[in-house]
């Protein structure tokens, strides 16, 4: 499975960015789509997934941002409202063909990331 991100770049604080993730994969809405960011110096840290049970956040996100997908598309969204400083990232997208998961070795694949830069 390919995926490839894209939607990054520079949002002043306060504003909205989504990202697009799009799978290779035809059975793409077989997979747990997880998102996950990495700030400079920092650990890989999850931010949300959606599964068939439903969309997961972590508490550093939740009620900011919001995850869908569009199987028809082979694409998954990361809407991201109310952008902080703290938010300035590279995102991933992973693809998970198990459960939903926190932890990036529970993911299979991996996109290549896109720069979120959230200035104050």
């Known amino acids: 499975v390919q995926l490839v991100e894209s939607g990054g770049g520079l949002v002043q604080a306060g504003g909205s960015l989504t990202l697009s993730c799009a799978a290779s994969?035809?059975?793409?809405?077989?997979?747990?789509m997880g998102w996950f960011r990495q700030a400079p110096g920092k650990e890989r840290e999850f931010v949300g997934a959606i599964s068939w049970s439903g969309t997961y956040f972590s508490d550093s996100v939740k009620g900011r941002f919001t995850i869908s997908r569009d199987n028809a598309k082979n694409t998954v969204y990361l809407q991201m409202n109310s952008l902080k400083p703290e938010d300035t990232a590279v995102y991933y997208c992973a693809a998970d063909s198990a459960g939903w998961s926190t932890r990036t070795y529970e993911y299979d694949y991996w996109g290549q990331g896109t720069l979120v830069t959230v200035s104050s």
């Open positions: 994969e035809r059975t793409f809405s077989r997979y747990t």
